[in-house]
């Protein structure tokens, strides 16, 4: 761990000191607040148990399903729209009204056809990722090099060589950066799916937490999601750095 | 690459014009490339030398009159035609290797991956680049990718090399070692050329033949047979009274058509 990632950690440590010390003095007796201390033991209790990870393997299974089904579309249609203007032009108003719906607006529609369970869940998470996905291949397969797509006609490739041969290729670095920014909406969808709807998961279980009166255990979850979503994150960073090199990530992330 | 192995391209250009964005960038080109002959094209900048080499490529349709290769109208780009970018580093794919660059004109052809490879590595050494097959254009100068692309070209096995001032960007040392490259490269495939360029001395060089376009709407207006002997030399073809002769008349001509 390097020096400013210590310095990093520095202040929220003080804090939550300084919480645990005010709290064990003043005898804090709360439904929304619980000391450091008494969060920790909740955690790992619920990771004792099972319950923690069995609800995490339950919210990623949800998030990355929804991920790889509206990402894969959004990745599809973006790509189609990219190359062909025409069906750019005829899809435009229709995508241009979606888009702005909040995923969660869809929550009632999806219960009522799908139930409770996995398919909601994933079909409203895969609407969400698709329109990241959509956007950047297809602004990503609009600005690739007049040039490469010259030679791609000078030496007659064939429609799907040029796609898998340049275009992709080409628009990789920004397809991977959209995947990255969906992971995330994926996982805040899905808790908040959960939380709202969806009895299962990491959103279920802070529900179930909050009505037996256990803050300590609501947090716990709280500092739970917070931990996945980082390594989440952090991981598909690091995915990134090593398929397309240190540069990629360098201008972008911030 | 062996001599007569892809015996050369005819190009005839029949009253070619052509309009774009409602302007006429070329008006009532008429024109025969033989096969084998060598051929450059010059003219004041804007005045439809690109364009010119654009429709010969098929990237371009006429509006008017048709280009004819070998014969048969033009349609569109052909593996027969290889071209040769100006700029290099738009043309090249900067996540290829060389050798992977050089890779994506055979995969085109449908040559089955065993054969490609002894096939690349002849041509990079051909074009003097063996040791770089592993390098990325990025990690290349601009000489060696201009010759990375070249080797790509010479995969096609093409009938015609079109080359867009293909040495435009390079510094005076690399222009001339790549002049007397292509020259030689190109006597022994038997290809046509259409070298387009706007340094005169270039163009009498390398040139069979010197094309001047005068410009707005570009046109034919000067049509030179250049009948220095080859092969050619740096020093001993530039000095010669008839290359001196040539580099006045084209100058002249250039001159006179910016007015």
């Known amino acids: 761990m390097n020096t400013s990632r210590v310095k990093g950690v520095l202040l929220p440590a003080i804090a939550l000191l300084a919480f645990e010390g005010w709290a064990q003095f003043s005898h804090l007796q709360s439904d929304a607040l619980a000391p450091p201390s008494a969060i920790i033991i909740a955690l790992l209790k619920a990771i004792g148990d099972g319950t923690l990870l069995g609800a995490t393997v339950d919210t990623l299974a949800a998030a990355f399903g929804g991920l790889a089904a509206g990402g894969g579309a959004g990745l599809l249609v973006g790509v189609v729209l990219g190359m062909a203007r025409p069906a750019d032009r005829l899809l435009e108003v229709t995508l241009e009204c979606l888009r702005p719906i909040p995923p969660i607006a869809l929550l009632p529609i999806a219960l009522i056809a799908l139930g409770f369970g996995y398919r909601m869940e994933i079909c409203v998470v895969a609407f969400a990722c698709f329109w990241p996905l959509m956007v950047l291949s297809r602004t990503a397969v609009r600005s690739i090099e007049p040039g490469l797509i010259e030679v791609s006609r000078v030496l007659e490739l064939s429609y799907l060589a040029k796609i898998f041969k340049v275009v992709l290729p080409a628009s990789l670095p920004t397809i991977f950066l959209a995947f990255r920014l969906a992971a995330g909406v994926a996982l805040v969808v899905s808790v908040t799916v959960e939380i709202t709807i969806n009895p299962m998961g990491l959103g279920a279980g802070i529900m179930a937490a909050q009505q037996a009166l256990r803050p300590d255990l609501m947090l716990a979850y709280l500092v739970w999601i917070g931990v996945v979503g980082y390594a989440l994150n952090d991981g598909l960073f690091v995915a990134q750095r090593l398929f397309f090199g240190p540069n990629s990530t360098r201008a972008r992330q911030k | ?259």
């Not at chain 2, 052909?78 to 994506?104: H, I």
């Not at chain 2, 073809?237 to 040539?246: A, I, N, V």
């Open chain 2, 1 to 259: 690459m062996t001599a007569g192995a892809s015996p050369g391209a005819e190009f005839v250009f029949d009253s070619v014009t052509l309009d774009l964005g409602g302007r006429t960038i070329l008006e009532d080109v008429s024109l025969k490339v033989r096969p084998g002959e060598f051929v450059c094209v010059v003219g004041a900048s804007g005045g439809g030398k690109t364009t010119a080499l654009r429709l010969a490529a098929g990237l371009y349709t006429p509006s008017r009159g048709s280009v004819m290769l070998n014969g048969e109208r033009l349609r569109g780009p052909s593996r027969d035609l290889a071209v040769v970018f100006q700029d290099y580093g738009k043309a090249l794919l900067p996540w290829r290797t060389a050798y992977g660059n050089v890779s994506l004109a055979l995969e085109a052809t449908g040559i089955p991956s065993s054969e490609r490879s002894d096939r690349i590595e002849k041509l990079l050494a051909t074009v003097g680049l063996p040791q770089q097959a592993e390098k990325y254009p990025s990690e290349m100068s601009g000489g060696m990718q201009q010759r990375l692309q070249i080797a790509r070209c010479l995969a096609q096995n093409p009938k015609a090399l079109l080359m867009d001032e293909p040495f435009g960007a390079l510094d005076a040392m690399t222009r001339q070692s790549l002049q007397d490259e292509v020259l030689a490269l190109v006597r022994g495939s038997g290809a046509t050329v259409i070298f387009v360029t706007h340094d005169l001395e270039e163009a009498i060089y390398l040139g069979d033949r010197v094309i001047g376009l005068l410009p707005h709407p570009g046109r034919i207006g000067i049509d030179v047979p250049i009948a220095l002997p080859r092969p050619r030399d740096q020093l001993a073809t530039r000095e010669s009274g008839e290359f001196l002769r040539l580099r006045r008349e084209l100058f002249d001509f250039i001159k006179a058509s910016e007015k």
